[in-house]
């Protein structure tokens, strides 16, 4: 959007617009989180179910299996949206998890099974860059970040759904109904988003799709002046985008905090039940803990959101990191369940939110045309820490060592902060990140507003 956003009555429309695609994101987002979590919480009973015979060592492996199909996913949508759009592939994503929770729940096998929860994984690793890029592009100035954290709350509220739906449902119905839930959005969902999320219009105008973003601006009743393609954003992403040498080390310090960022949270979120059981907690506190640590997530992404647009998203996420490898390291102790669920509630408000500040930190780091590539690689590379982490999970766990998967995630929380402290500082701390120096874009000409508009802080 353009730096000079509306106000008075014409802002109205201007903000509902915003406010439709962030909750329409929102929604998307939810759903992935519920689908990620799920599988942590209905683990017990997984590995309880005798016909299905999976044990500890299988277990880490389907983690993993989920989330390299999310590393396929992110890294095809991230070239394939700057490209064709967002709309599309927020649609294909939703339609191809959906299809995926249906064969976990008809799964007869550990085999079946894994390839259900790799083709989901397929589906939801496009869902989250996708929306990140749609929500920025609608966000207002000034409020990017908090946009970015706000629609991440809804991926700890798909995990606080999934611990909620664990405790209440697996017992009753089986670990199966579960997954059958999570097909629903096939029969609920994909017509809402269908009818109701607008492709960007920056977009649109980017691909030179002007009478599209004339019509879908005028439908909001939202100037087309409001929305405002950067210098040179026709041309599509392209991944050697990411290696010119204004950013080639920007890019591979994103890389690896944020392969070490998702390594913690998918290996935390698929084996903390567990290792919270192995370290002398019953079952019911190990799946509450599920419930509490996305709640306290809930919370850390809109503290850290606020703080991100306030101070910057890069020092934030240095402290986050920082913190979230105490509290993880902290939960090795066995302690009184009341400071534990504090602890647990506190380790989730900084564990969440820091990955979530690598996205947001992207996006200010690279110019619209190449955000969502950037975006999609940055969260592509994090799934080989994803598929790592619940994998190296199952082998400590397997080998009656989860003390030592709590450091393991500890220190992956130290490489996310040393990793971001390393990134260079923006040009104007917490401001918009001008373009790279290689590509700056000529002055506009009179009456060409918004030609020079950096990109999205």
Not at 260 to 288: C, E, F, K, Q
Not at 384 to 411: K, Q, Y
Request: hydrophobic fraction near 50%.
């Amino acid at each position: 959007m353009s730096s000079d956003t509306p106000r008075g009555p014409a802002a109205d429309p201007v903000r509902r617009l915003a406010f439709r695609v962030t909750a329409l994101c929102w929604f998307v987002v939810l759903l992935d989180g519920l689908d990620l979590f799920v599988y942590g919480a209905t683990l017990p009973g997984l590995l309880d179910d005798k016909s299905l015979a999976l044990d500890p060592s299988d277990g880490g492996d389907i983690g993993s299996l989920t989330t390299l199909g999310m590393l396929l996913g992110a890294l095809g949508s991230g070239l394939i949206t700057d490209r064709t759009g967002r709309r599309k592939i927020v649609l294909s994503g939703v339609v191809i998890f959906s299809l995926g929770s249906a064969a976990c729940a008809m799964a007869q096998t550990v085999a079946q099974f894994g390839a259900a929860r790799l083709v989901a994984g397929v589906g939801l690793g496009g869902l989250l860059p996708t929306a990140i890029a749609l929500v920025m592009e609608y966000a207002p100035p000034g409020r990017r970040h908090l946009a970015v954290t706000l629609v991440m709350t809804a991926h700890q509220a798909g995990g606080a759904v999934a611990g909620a739906l664990a405790m209440s449902v697996v017992d009753a119905l089986g670990w199966r109904s579960v997954y059958w839930l999570g097909a629903l959005p096939l029969l609920l969902a994909v017509p809402v988003i269908a009818l109701m999320l607008p492709e960007s219009v920056t977009y649109l105008l980017a691909r030179g799709r002007t009478a599209e973003a004339q019509a879908l601006a005028g439908r909001h009743g939202v100037p087309l002046g409001h929305f405002t393609p950067e210098p040179d954003a026709g041309r599509g992403g392209s991944l050697r985008a990411l290696f010119t040498p204004a950013v080639r080390t920007t890019t591979l310090l994103f890389w690896i905090a944020s392969f070490a960022g998702l390594l913690l949270v998918y290996g935390m979120s698929t084996w903390l039940p567990t290792m919270m059981r192995d370290n002398g907690y019953h079952l019911g506190s190990s799946i509450s803990f599920v419930l509490v640590i996305n709640i306290g997530g809930i919370v850390g992404m809109l503290v850290a959101g606020r703080l991100a647009d306030g101070f910057g998203s890069r020092p934030v996420a240095i402290a986050w990191f920082a913190l979230t490898a105490g509290g993880v390291g902290l939960l090795a102790v066995h302690m009184p369940l009341g400071l534990t669920y504090a602890l647990v509630f506190v380790t989730g408000g900084w564990l969440f939110s820091a990955q979530t500040l690598i996205y947001s930190s992207t996006g200010s780091y690279y110019p619209q045309e190449d955000r969502a590539t950037a975006l999609g690689w940055v969260s592509g590379m994090g799934r080989f820490g994803a598929v790592f982490g619940p994998w190296l999970g199952g082998v400590l766990v397997d080998a009656d060592m989860s003390t030592w998967g709590f450091g393991v995630f500890a220190a992956a929380g130290l490489l996310g902060a040393v990793m971001i402290a390393f990134v260079p500082r923006l040009p104007r701390a917490g401001g918009p990140a001008g373009p790279p120096p290689a590509r700056t874009a000529p002055a506009a000409p009179p009456g060409s507003p918004g030609l020079g508009t950096p990109p999205l802080a």
